[in-house]
């Protein structure tokens, strides 16, 4: 049988099967043996294979994984070495973000597309709570929507709570599996409560002996909303992390800056402080934004950033 992980304890997954059955399963011994450096070998929105234990008509096991289209990786803090796998087959990235109670700042959302970019998955900035702007907050937003709409990112200005609004999200989510993630407060979870509200997906919950007593890692968890449209929540997550990206690779996630990487004085620029640099001279004449061009610098100098 095929079905969808959409939640993980560490050794249980639930497992969203096509007649919407929610099952829950163990692994099967050998991909624990894989020397995948990963935590944990199965993820939310994995499509995975499962069969019935031969030696009992309760237990299901996971007995493979479909190939991924994609995955969303973060380094464990436990086993700096290892990866801890957070959702895998993502078709759209959704940032939330507020301008009011509280304010998105620039930086955070260019961190977000940057992360976006690395994994080649398209986001979505979702500017919410416009029921709150005054004419000035407005016209912040639609400069920033102009601005990212430049370099080819869409984003949707909305309130969690018009229902028109929430109908035109779910337009745009329609088909897609897509990962919710923002600061607390922006209304997150007001949000993925609109969406999932009348699903009685709920998964059975299973005491778990590895997990008693130890502090349990924040789990991404995944909801149907139609047929074949997915909403991975995030909690805890506030911001994916920027993984494994190198320096002197950090300006091909800038999509403005991709295509001009190639005619700076110095091969090895890195746009930061060279002559004849051709990001700083597309700043100058404002085809690289200076927000843009100043989250680039401070992602360059946060080492942090890039662990
Ligand atoms: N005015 C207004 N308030 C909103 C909107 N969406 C959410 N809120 C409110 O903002 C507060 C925070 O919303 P949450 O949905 O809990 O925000 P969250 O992003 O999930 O934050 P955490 O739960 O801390 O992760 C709540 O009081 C919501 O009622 C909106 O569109 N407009
Ligand atoms: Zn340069």
């Given at each position: 049988?095929k079905?969808?992980?959409?939640?993980?304890?560490?050794?249980?997954?639930s497992?969203?099967?096509?007649?919407?059955?929610?099952?829950?399963?163990?692994?099967?011994?050998?991909?624990?043996?894989?020397?995948?450096k990963?935590?944990?070998?199965?993820?939310?929105?994995?499509?995975?294979?499962?069969?019935?234990?031969?030696?009992?008509?309760?237990?299901?096991?996971?007995?493979?994984?479909?190939?991924?289209?994609?995955?969303?990786?973060?380094?464990?803090?436990?086993?700096?070495?290892?990866?801890?796998?957070?959702?895998?087959?993502?078709d759209?990235?959704?940032?939330?973000?507020?301008?009011?109670?509280?304010?998105?700042?620039?930086?955070?959302?260019?961190?977000?597309?940057?992360?976006?970019?690395?994994?080649?998955?398209?986001?979505?900035?979702?500017?919410?709570?416009?029921?709150l702007?005054?004419?000035?907050?407005?016209?912040?937003?639609?400069?920033?929507?102009?601005?990212?709409?430049?370099?080819?990112?869409?984003?949707?200005?909305?309130?969690?709570?018009?229902?028109?609004?929430?109908?035109?999200?779910?337009?745009?989510?329609?088909?897609?599996?897509?990962?919710?993630?923002?600061?607390?407060?922006?209304?997150?979870?007001?949000?993925?409560?609109?969406?999932t509200?009348?699903?009685?997906?709920?998964?059975?919950?299973?005491?778990?002996?590895?997990?008693?007593?130890?502090?349990?890692?924040?789990?991404?968890?995944?909801?149907?909303?139609?047929?074949?449209?997915?909403?991975?929540?995030?909690?805890?997550?506030?911001?994916?992390?920027?993984?494994?990206?190198?320096?002197?690779?950090?300006?091909?996630?800038?999509?403005?800056?991709r295509?001009?990487?190639?005619?700076?004085?110095?091969?090895?620029?890195?746009?930061?402080?060279?002559?004849?640099?051709?990001?700083?001279?597309?700043?100058?004449?404002?085809?690289?934004?200076?927000?843009?061009?100043?989250?680039?610098?401070?992602?360059?100098?946060?080492?942090?950033?890039?662990r």
């Amino acid at each position: 049988m095929k079905g969808r992980v959409i939640k993980s304890t560490g050794s249980w997954y639930s497992v969203l099967l096509e007649n919407k059955e929610v099952v829950n399963c163990r692994l099967r011994g050998k991909f624990k043996l894989d020397k995948q450096k990963v935590t944990n070998p199965v993820t939310v929105g994995d499509w995975v294979e499962i069969l019935v234990e031969p030696s009992s008509d309760t237990e299901y096991i996971i007995t493979d994984i479909y190939p991924r289209d994609n995955y969303i990786i973060r380094k464990s803090p436990k086993k700096l070495a290892y990866g801890h796998l957070l959702a895998s087959n993502i078709d759209l990235a959704v940032l939330v973000a507020s301008v009011v109670y509280p304010k998105t700042s620039t930086g955070f959302i260019d961190r977000f597309l940057v992360t976006a970019e690395a994994y080649r998955i398209p986001s979505l900035i979702l500017f919410n709570k416009k029921d709150l702007w005054d004419e000035e907050a407005r016209s912040f937003v639609e400069e920033m929507v102009n601005t990212y709409k430049s370099i080819g990112y869409s984003s949707l200005i909305m309130s969690s709570f018009n229902d028109v609004d929430i109908q035109k999200l779910r337009e745009v989510l329609h088909g897609k599996t897509s990962l919710f993630s923002g600061h607390s407060g922006v209304g997150k979870s007001t949000l993925l409560n609109k969406l999932t509200g009348n699903i009685t997906q709920k998964t059975q919950e299973v005491s778990d002996f590895a997990n008693k007593g130890v502090h349990t890692t924040t789990f991404a968890e995944m909801f149907e909303i139609e047929k074949n449209t997915f909403v991975i929540d995030t909690p805890g997550i506030k911001e994916l992390a920027l993984a494994e990206i190198e320096e002197e690779e950090l300006s091909h996630y800038f999509p403005e800056m991709r295509e001009l990487i190639g005619q700076c004085k110095y091969h090895n620029c890195t746009h930061t402080h060279e002559p004849g640099c051709a990001i700083v001279e597309a700043l100058n004449n404002g085809k690289v934004p200076a927000s843009r061009y100043n989250s680039y610098l401070s992602m360059y100098d946060d080492e942090d950033n890039r662990r």
